[in-house]
């Protein structure tokens, strides 16, 4: 009963115009990070598919108070960077029956993993699946380190992650959406228009038509992906794309799918794609 009511109030929040007030995210274009070492757009124009929708793609970071704000521009402030180190130590640690290590094949993160973030999902190596960035460091870590597989959302897989994140820091996302890509595209945008749960609500309900709007004390942004992994504040600690989905699914009372599932990999790329152009921010802050 009293689940109910809390469900009913929330939908009414986010369908009644009256209870939810605009509030535009602010106007800042860039984040400048370190005292401008690495400065970030914050704004992109919107891809081709999504003209009639948005006319700009922007920055979750927008969206949120100025203490949230202010931590992502300091490394230091950062709290996700104790994360990124971390990540950087299991780089070079040797683990697994070859007795390899990340850095024993590709040297140094910095020059390696430069970039590779900016492309993901993207189509596996023997292009009949498509992968994030985990299937990628699971494969090598199977298959070429005889090491066993990390969990999607474990302490480990986020951490490294986080590190390969940071090498494609301010890279422009651009995904491949084209070819054997076309049909998880399609995919992934089937389930950002379905409605789930008991609030029957899609991504785009919270996402796309009320971007901008307050969903109770919080302020929706356009969903986008390109500052994960990120740091949250209200979990203490780093999440993953996956885990994300997971809860927005969960805040709609429908049961969510698996992190690492073809479902959420479809979700990521389409999701990836309405970012395009948004820089890697990762690892961003939010709340
Ligand atoms: C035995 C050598 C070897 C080891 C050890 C290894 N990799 Fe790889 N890795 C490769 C090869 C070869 C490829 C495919 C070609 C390429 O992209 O460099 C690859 C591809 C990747 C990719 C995809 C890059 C892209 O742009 O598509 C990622 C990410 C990656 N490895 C991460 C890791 C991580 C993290 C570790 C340690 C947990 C690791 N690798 C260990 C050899 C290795
Ligand atoms: C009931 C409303 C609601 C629905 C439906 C919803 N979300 Fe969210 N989502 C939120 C709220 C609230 C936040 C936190 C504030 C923000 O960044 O918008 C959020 C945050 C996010 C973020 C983090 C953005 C950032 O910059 O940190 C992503 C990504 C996201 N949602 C994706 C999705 C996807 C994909 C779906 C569909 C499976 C979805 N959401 C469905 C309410 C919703």
Redesign the pocket.
């Known amino acids: 009963m009293k689940s109910r009511i809390v469900a009913s109030a929330f939908a009414a929040a986010l369908v009644s115009a009256s209870v939810t007030a605009l509030a535009d995210p602010i106007e800042d274009t860039q984040i400048e990070i370190n005292g401008g070492e690495v400065v970030l757009p914050t704004r992109a124009p919107a891809p081709e598919f999504l003209k009639d929708t948005f006319d700009e793609v922007l920055s979750g970071w927008l969206y949120r108070d100025p203490d949230t704000r202010a931590m992502e521009t300091d490394d230091f402030e950062n709290p996700g960077m104790i994360f990124v180190d971390q990540g950087i130590d299991?780089?070079n640690a040797v683990?697994g029956s070859?007795g390899?290590?990340?850095a024993?094949?590709?040297n140094e993160i910095e020059d390696?993993?430069k970039g590779?973030r900016a492309?993901m999902p993207?189509m596996s190596?023997a292009g009949d699946d498509l992968w994030s960035?985990e299937n990628?460091?699971n494969n090598?870590?199977v298959e070429?380190?005889g090491?066993e597989e990390w969990g999607w959302n474990s302490a480990e897989m986020k951490n490294?992650t986080s590190a390969?994140s940071l090498q494609s820091r301010g890279d422009p996302i651009d995904v491949a959406i084209d070819g054997p890509a076309a049909e998880w595209w399609e995919k992934g945008k089937e389930i950002y228009y379905t409605r789930y749960g008991q609030l029957e609500l899609g991504c785009f309900n919270c996402h796309e038509e009320n971007a901008g709007n307050m969903i109770r004390a919080d302020h929706l942004s356009q969903g986008q992906i390109n500052g994960f992994p990120t740091y949250r504040l209200k979990d203490a600690g780093i999440v993953s794309i996956h885990q994300r989905f997971t809860g927005c699914v969960r805040d709609t009372r429908a049961e969510t799918f698996k992190p690492g599932s073809p479902e959420f990999r479809a979700l990521e790329l389409y999701v990836a794609s309405r970012g395009a152009g948004l820089p890697v921010e990762g690892v961003a802050v939010r709340h």
């Open positions: 299991l780089w683990d070859e390899k290590s990340c024993s094949c590709h390696s993993m590779v492309h993207k190596e960035l990628f460091v090598c870590r070429r380190m090491a490294m390969i």
